[in-house]
């Protein structure tokens, strides 16, 4: 039997030290961290790691956690705790208030960080929401000059687009802060939660791949489906195909091959390089079509609450008031030059009265066929 090795398992809240034996499986390691963080059982969490190439994947859980690719040069050796799939409803799959927490903090990394694209007048508002959740209603006796700490809440981004000092960006989140007066601690991470949710990069992993005639292209994985982007464009998708669409996926080396379940589709292909990143992208295929079939049985059965959008939009109508005059104050101290090509797409879309989801409806318009037709036909020159 091997030496135990030490593991360092990492999370929104802090890390903890775990013994791994050789015979241990991700899934003892999940149950012991659920236990540990009070966490019950769900299917959105595993463990992400960086494998010998340095490349990142998830642990199997059903598999010994030593057996796996994990860079044992690394001392100690690095597991992140994470989602790994993303609901498609906050509201109906995030009800305990520790998932809440973790969920929302992952969120708001991936929005400071600037991998999730969000809008400078969005970024504001979720700030004043993180103030509310962290401090409760703002009192001006109490919270004084740098309890906002701009850099920590905003994307660089954002700060760099708008000639606005650390004191007046913290002025700025604490109007808005100010305005979300007697909303609970809890309430307000759910409802910046339930609006991220509707950002186009939200809950998508990106992985580069080609068309055959070699055209560099994003592969988009999410719980909705699969869209393709163009290469210098990860907001709005190019192409797309929903799961419900989609009968079976493979690979064979570099080239992936997916059957459509109208057979009258050719098969839609493309190619990435690397065997371990394709393992991985079959693996978030997979895991997130299971998910996306789970889920349409929830609602068949009236598990689920399936708020639909008109509900949303009356629910959330207050807030775009408040957003438009957020915006309103930034754009008189916008530097547009420093827009990034996030910004113009987002900012065209919405002109054209575009959201994510009527985007996403665009790219799946069309019978199959002439989208892997079109998928086929695309160019560098496009993109």
Same mark, same amino acid.
């Given at each position: 039997?091997?030496?135990?090795? /030490?593991?360092?398992?990492?999370?929104?809240?802090?890390?903890?030290?775990?013994?791994?034996?050789?015979?241990?499986?991700?899934?003892? &390691?999940?149950?012991?961290?659920?236990?540990?963080?009070?966490?019950?059982?769900?299917?959105?969490?595993?463990?992400?790691?960086?494998?010998?190439?340095?490349?990142?994947?998830?642990?199997?859980?059903?598999?010994?956690?030593?057996?796996?690719?994990?860079?044992?040069?690394?001392?100690?050796?690095?597991?992140?705790?994470?989602?790994?799939?993303?609901?498609?409803?906050?509201?109906?799959?995030?009800?305990?208030?520790?998932?809440?927490?973790?969920?929302?903090?992952?969120?708001?990394?991936?929005?400071?960080?600037?991998?999730?694209?969000?809008?400078?007048?969005?970024?504001?508002?979720?700030?004043?929401?993180? /103030?509310?959740?962290?401090?409760?209603?703002?009192?001006?006796?109490?919270?004084?000059?740098?309890?906002?700490?701009?850099?920590?809440?905003?994307?660089?981004?954002?700060?760099?687009?708008?000639?606005?000092?650390?004191?007046?960006?913290?002025?700025?989140?604490?109007?808005?802060?100010?305005?979300?007066?007697?909303?609970?601690?809890?309430?307000?991470?759910?409802?910046?939660?339930?609006?991220?949710?509707?950002?186009?990069? @939200?809950?998508?992993? @990106?992985?580069?791949?080609?068309?055959?005639?070699?055209?560099?292209?994003?592969?988009?994985?999410?719980? &909705?489906?699969?869209?393709?982007?163009? @290469?210098?464009?990860?907001?709005?998708?190019?192409?797309?195909?929903?799961?419900?669409?989609?009968?079976?996926?493979?690979?064979?080396?570099?080239?992936?091959?997916?059957?459509?379940?109208?057979?009258?589709?050719?098969?839609?292909?493309? @190619?990435?390089?690397?065997?371990?990143?394709?393992?991985?992208?079959?693996?978030?295929?997979?895991?997130?079509?299971?998910?996306?079939?789970?889920?349409?049985?929830?609602?068949?059965?009236?598990?689920?609450?399936?708020?639909?959008?008109?509900?949303?939009?009356?629910?959330?109508?207050?807030?775009?008031?408040?957003?438009?005059?957020?915006?309103?104050?930034?754009?008189?101290?916008?530097?547009?030059?420093?827009?990034?090509?996030?910004?113009?797409?987002?900012?065209?879309?919405?002109?054209?009265?575009?959201?994510?989801?009527?985007?996403?409806?665009?790219?799946?318009?069309?019978?199959?066929?002439?989208?892997?037709?079109?998928?086929?036909?695309?160019?560098?020159?496009?993109?």
């Amino acid at each position: 039997m091997g030496k135990p090795v /030490m593991i360092k398992v990492e999370h929104m809240e802090g890390s903890e030290s775990v013994e791994v034996k050789s015979a241990m499986t991700g899934q003892s &390691l999940m149950d012991h961290i659920n236990t540990t963080l009070q966490m019950p059982e769900n299917k959105l969490y595993s463990f992400q790691y960086n494998d010998t190439k340095d490349h990142e994947a998830f642990i199997k859980l059903e598999k010994k956690i030593l057996s796996q690719d994990l860079n044992k040069k690394e001392d100690p050796i690095v597991l992140q705790f994470k989602a790994k799939f993303f609901p498609e409803s906050v509201n109906d799959e995030i009800k305990t208030n520790v998932i809440q927490r973790l969920f929302w903090k992952q969120i708001k990394q991936g929005i400071v960080e600037d991998t999730i694209y969000c809008p400078p007048e969005l970024c504001v508002l979720f700030a004043a929401q993180a /103030m509310q959740f962290e401090h409760g209603d703002y009192d001006a006796s109490k919270h004084g000059p740098g309890i906002v700490k701009a850099d920590k809440e905003l994307p660089a981004r954002v700060l760099g687009q708008h000639g606005l000092s650390p004191e007046q960006w913290e002025e700025r989140i604490k109007n808005a802060w100010a305005k979300l007066v007697g909303t609970p601690r809890e309430t307000s991470i759910m409802d910046y939660l339930n609006i991220a949710q509707d950002l186009e990069q @939200y809950g998508i992993t @990106y992985f580069e791949v080609t068309n055959k005639k070699g055209t560099r292209l994003w592969l988009g994985v999410h719980n &909705l489906g699969m869209d393709v982007y163009e @290469y210098n464009n990860k907001v709005t998708p190019r192409l797309g195909f929903p799961w419900g669409e989609i009968r079976n996926i493979s690979f064979n080396d570099k080239k992936f091959t997916i059957k459509m379940v109208n057979k009258d589709a050719p098969d839609f292909k493309f @190619y990435s390089p690397r065997f371990k990143v394709n393992k991985r992208i079959l693996a978030l295929c997979v895991g997130n079509h299971q998910l996306f079939v789970h889920r349409r049985r929830q609602q068949a059965a009236g598990e689920l609450l399936q708020e639909d959008r008109a509900t949303l939009e009356a629910k959330l109508r207050k807030t775009k008031e408040q957003l438009l005059a957020i915006r309103q104050d930034l754009e008189s101290v916008k530097d547009k030059s420093k827009m990034t090509r996030d910004d113009i797409e987002h900012v065209k879309n919405e002109e054209q009265g575009m959201d994510k989801f009527k985007t996403m409806k665009k790219a799946q318009s069309g019978d199959a066929k002439r989208r892997i037709l079109d998928f086929e036909d695309l160019e560098e020159a496009e993109c």
